[in-house]
């Protein structure tokens, strides 16, 4: 159930991100969970109106979410020039589109602390539909190889000559999960092994192993070895994959579904690679892809 708790202006601060949607009183969504008020002139606009905050029941000042339960200072991420980010436009951005799964890379530029971070523009191939508008508040997502972290930022100024960049407003609210050493993720990979034709699917992946799942039981032995062929999309290539794989475990899901847990048998250093990055890739698209 979802309730309404009536606030008032003073409860929401600037360049803070609000915890739940804010309604109106006949629960007309004004702003979405997670906006954050830039200016003053922001606020007054809701100045002459009741204002509530719609959540679920006994959920106010408990929201924390549960795939970013750490917050961090900016230090914290080692940002450097030349990392990349991965960015998604807010509800206000609705102008902008990109070209693939709803958002871009860029290449970290600089920043000068607690005034601005700057970032190259998007390449053209990932962008269609308007350009960027200054105020557009976008979703950042970074991984320095332990932690995800993610934040919400502005864009303040678009700047094309001499140099082409985002002058994007100095992030405040850091969030961050540690990813454990060894890192798996939940995938939907359509594969195929050189013992059936049956069509199998890659269910959890890591550089050193997987978790493959069949239908039909093909009376796969502890230390078996097969081979594996899927394909992984990493950016916009589709890179093949053939790897040799010993069977290290089975089990049987209620659903009649056979699982068995794989390890890769000596991939060589480029498939190691590829796994690494289309691991990192899916982590910082979304963090709650970690097993």
Same mark, same amino acid.
């Given at each position: 159930m979802m309730n309404l708790t009536q606030i008032q202006i003073s409860d $929401? &601060?600037?360049g803070q991100p609000l915890?739940? /949607?804010l309604v109106d009183q006949n629960r007309e969504v004004l702003l979405e969970r997670g906006h954050i #008020? &830039? +200016?003053p002139d922001e606020l007054k606009t $809701? =100045? @002459?109106r009741k204002i509530f905050f719609q959540c679920k029941e006994n959920q106010l000042n408990h929201n924390k979410p549960a795939d970013y339960p750490v917050h961090f200072d900016f230090g914290d991420m080692q940002l450097k020039v030349g990392d990349k980010l991965l960015l998604k436009p807010q509800s206000n951005a609705s102008s902008l589109c990109f070209s693939k /799964? @709803? +958002?871009?890379t860029v290449n970290v530029i600089g920043y000068i602390p607690k005034v601005t971070l700057i970032v190259s523009l998007p390449t053209a191939d990932q962008m269609i539909g308007s350009a960027f508008v200054e105020g557009d508040q976008m979703q950042a997502n970074f991984f320095n190889g332990q932690n995800v972290f993610r934040f919400r930022v502005f864009i303040d100024y678009v700047i094309k000559h001499p140099l082409k960049c985002l002058c994007l407003s100095f992030p405040s609210q850091i969030k961050g999960q540690k990813i454990r050493k060894s890192r798996r993720i939940r995938t939907e990979i359509r594969a195929r092994t050189n013992v059936t034709g049956a069509e199998i699917l890659v269910t959890n992946l890591s550089a050193s192993g997987a978790q493959i799942t069949l239908q039909d039981d093909l009376g796969l032995k502890i230390n078996e070895k097969l081979e594996l062929s899927f394909e992984l999309q990493l950016g916009e290539r589709s890179i093949p994959m053939l790897l040799n794989l010993n069977i290290k475990s089975s089990n049987i899901k209620q659903n009649l579904l #056979?699982?068995?847990g794989v390890e890769f048998a000596n991939p060589n250093a480029e498939q190691v690679f590829t796994l690494? =990055? #289309?691991v990192h890739q899916e982590i910082v698209k979304n963090p709650t892809v970690v097993i």
């Amino acid at each position: 159930m979802m309730n309404l708790t009536q606030i008032q202006i003073s409860d $929401l &601060k600037i360049g803070q991100p609000l915890p739940h /949607n804010l309604v109106d009183q006949n629960r007309e969504v004004l702003l979405e969970r997670g906006h954050i #008020f &830039k +200016t003053p002139d922001e606020l007054k606009t $809701l =100045s @002459d109106r009741k204002i509530f905050f719609q959540c679920k029941e006994n959920q106010l000042n408990h929201n924390k979410p549960a795939d970013y339960p750490v917050h961090f200072d900016f230090g914290d991420m080692q940002l450097k020039v030349g990392d990349k980010l991965l960015l998604k436009p807010q509800s206000n951005a609705s102008s902008l589109c990109f070209s693939k /799964n @709803d +958002t871009c890379t860029v290449n970290v530029i600089g920043y000068i602390p607690k005034v601005t971070l700057i970032v190259s523009l998007p390449t053209a191939d990932q962008m269609i539909g308007s350009a960027f508008v200054e105020g557009d508040q976008m979703q950042a997502n970074f991984f320095n190889g332990q932690n995800v972290f993610r934040f919400r930022v502005f864009i303040d100024y678009v700047i094309k000559h001499p140099l082409k960049c985002l002058c994007l407003s100095f992030p405040s609210q850091i969030k961050g999960q540690k990813i454990r050493k060894s890192r798996r993720i939940r995938t939907e990979i359509r594969a195929r092994t050189n013992v059936t034709g049956a069509e199998i699917l890659v269910t959890n992946l890591s550089a050193s192993g997987a978790q493959i799942t069949l239908q039909d039981d093909l009376g796969l032995k502890i230390n078996e070895k097969l081979e594996l062929s899927f394909e992984l999309q990493l950016g916009e290539r589709s890179i093949p994959m053939l790897l040799n794989l010993n069977i290290k475990s089975s089990n049987i899901k209620q659903n009649l579904l #056979f699982c068995h847990g794989v390890e890769f048998a000596n991939p060589n250093a480029e498939q190691v690679f590829t796994l690494r =990055s #289309f691991v990192h890739q899916e982590i910082v698209k979304n963090p709650t892809v970690v097993i």
